[in-house]
């Protein structure tokens, strides 16, 4: 049973699932049945909502719209859970974003108590610290871990911490690129380790030491406990968490060329600010978990 109307339960379905046809089997409806109710809403709105295409997309119109659902979907839930408990009953999915180095870190733990606790069922999104809000800003999710502080409009901002990096290598490849120290002209020449193209931290770390837009060669490298094993295997040098490199550097495997200077990346939890107890629960939650691994 859905509380919110039809059109908008589609909608949303279509959206979360990446096509009519599946959006048709989550609702137990037909592709055509589906395909009529976006076409009503969308004559309703007198706007296109929805880029037919693999998978399914949002129109800027359609990012509006699922912002004010997804909040709308979660005091659904919360109702239909106290007034119809039906056993047996599948939950819905609560869609979140989350970086990585988070995800690998302190992120799991909390999601994990939740669902003991609750039965909550997640739908995870990862992407970048500095890219995981256009997720909720667009509508794709109800929160999200960021490194962003100020709140986007029709949503509230709690302060997790900070999680602190610091520059890794193997012992072999820092004496042989470091001996003098992380200066311009040794980063300028070392390789270096970068999670993917949207990944600004070391970037940032060298700007910060040396002033300069320095070109090194770069491998890109999407793991961030891979991460620390490429660089104990001298592959390059790269920043990462401080609670991931513990064993790699008790063992040997990894030293910290420069152990004065480091960065800290605050991250923040947003989420729509709408009264509901799944949100309070998930962001007390997260503040909890955080508290053992960030600054």
Not at 277 to 284: I, K, P, S, V, W
Request: aromatic share 6%; with cysteine.
């Amino acid at each position: 049973m859905d509380l919110l109307h039809p059109q908008l339960t589609a909608f949303a379905a279509v959206l979360e699932e990446g096509s009519f046809e599946a959006a048709a089997r989550r609702l137990s409806i037909t592709p055509s049945a589906v395909s009529q109710r976006i076409r009503a809403l969308e004559d309703r709105l007198g706007q296109v909502l929805v880029l037919r295409q693999s998978p399914c997309r949002p129109t800027p119109a359609g990012e509006r719209l699922l912002r004010r659902v997804r909040p709308m979907q979660a005091l659904e839930a919360e109702a239909l859970a106290d007034f119809m408990a039906v056993p047996g009953a599948p939950p819905h999915a609560v869609p979140v974003a989350v970086n990585e180095d988070s995800l690998q870190t302190w992120f799991l733990p909390a999601l994990a108590a939740l669902h003991r606790d609750h039965g909550y069922i997640f739908d995870v999104r990862v992407d970048d610290q500095d890219h995981t809000l256009a997720l909720l800003r667009d509508g794709s999710v109800l929160g999200a871990v960021t490194g962003q502080a100020r709140p986007l409009q029709g949503c509230n901002a709690l302060p997790l911490g900070a999680m602190r990096y610091h520059p890794i290598a193997s012992p072999d490849f820092a004496a042989r690129h470091f001996r003098g120290g992380m200066d311009a002209e040794a980063l300028a020449r070392a390789p270096l380790i970068v999670f993917n193209r949207k990944d600004e931290l070391q970037w940032r770390f060298i700007r910060r030491i040396t002033r300069a837009r320095l070109a090194p060669p770069v491998h890109y490298l999407p793991s961030s406990t891979g991460f620390v094993e490429a660089a104990a295997l001298g592959l390059g040098w790269c920043l990462a968490p401080e609670s991931l490199i513990g064993p790699a550097r008790a063992a040997g495997r990894i030293v910290i060329p420069d152990p004065k200077r480091w960065l800290d990346v605050p991250l923040y939890w947003q989420h729509a600010a709408v009264r509901s107890q799944l949100l309070e629960r998930l962001g007390r939650a997260l503040r909890r978990a955080a508290a053992g691994h960030l600054r």
